[in-house]
T-cell receptor
Framework: GQQVMQIPQYQHVQEGEDFTTYCNSS?????IQWYKQRPGGHPVFLIQ?????EVKKQKRLTFQFGEAKKNSSLHITATQTTDVGTYFC??????????FGSGTRLLVRP | DTAVSQTPKYLVTQMGNDKSIKCEQN?????MYWYKQDSKKFLKIMFS???????INETVPNRFSPKSPDKAHLNLHINSLELGDSAVYFC?????????????FGPGTRLTVL
């Protein structure tokens, strides 16, 4: 079945450093969504990308969807302690089902 | 007002017991989901209902039985609980069944089987 993998699994950064998580699918995706889950919390929707090569920004967060629509990335510039959490990508393939990636856990040292 | 609510928030029980988790959404959404999140944070879909009709039924032991009495509610009943069922269970909802719809998650139910 379709798999959506994320790397790295964990990332520990110093506050102020940049962070990137990568999302890779074994099949072409119709769209990519990104979610953030704070420790002890629930996943919260951040953004959706639909077009090939699309780039969207939310303040310090930059989201990209690959040209082949098989990969995506989330980049955080100058991390803050409030960025701590697990970031999930989720993609839809030829079926209507949204498949969640394995997640990247971000820890930020103050 | 909470958009997606779940009860209980914590559930501690013995192996072999039967338990239920309830979920309600007040967003007027047509589609609801149950996810299981294990200790490694993997988020795995279990079931999905659209307008009270089961549309996703992943490879889940038949000890797990969802029930949707109406569009706003999706409950999960688990029979003969096992140690491996310990996890956080999230309910979620979306406007429609398409993967283009944003999903709204409930706060989760942490199930511990002793």
């Amino acid at each position: 079945g379709q798999q959506v993998m994320q790397i790295p699994q964990y990332q520990h950064v110093q506050e102020g450093e940049d962070f990137t998580t990568y999302c890779n699918s074994s099949t072409t995706l119709s769209n990519i969504q990104w979610y953030k889950q704070r420790p002890g919390g629930h996943p919260v929707f951040l953004i959706q990308l639909v077009k090939s090569g699309e780039v969207k920004k939310q303040k310090r967060l930059t989201f990209q969807f690959g040209e082949a629509k098989k990969n995506s990335s989330l980049h955080i510039t100058a991390t803050q302690t409030t960025d701590v959490g697990t970031y999930f990508c989720a993609g839809t393939d030829s079926s209507y089902k949204l498949i969640f990636g394995s997640g990247t856990r971000l820890l930020v040292r103050p | 007002d909470t958009a997606v609510s779940q009860t209980p928030k914590y559930l501690v029980t013995q192996m072999g017991n039967d338990k239920s988790i309830k979920c309600e959404q007040n967003l007027g959404h047509d589609t609801m989901y149950w996810y299981k999140q294990d200790s490694k944070k993997f988020l795995k879909i279990m079931f999905s209902y659209n307008n009270k009709e089961l549309i996703i039924n992943e490879t889940v032991p038949n000890r797990f039985s969802p029930k949707s009495p109406d569009k706003a509610h999706l409950n999960l009943h688990i029979n003969s609980l096992e140690l491996g069922d310990s996890a956080v269970y999230f309910c979620a909802s979306s406007r429609g069944a398409s993967g283009y719809n944003e999903q709204f998650f409930g706060p989760g139910t942490r199930l511990t089987v002793l």
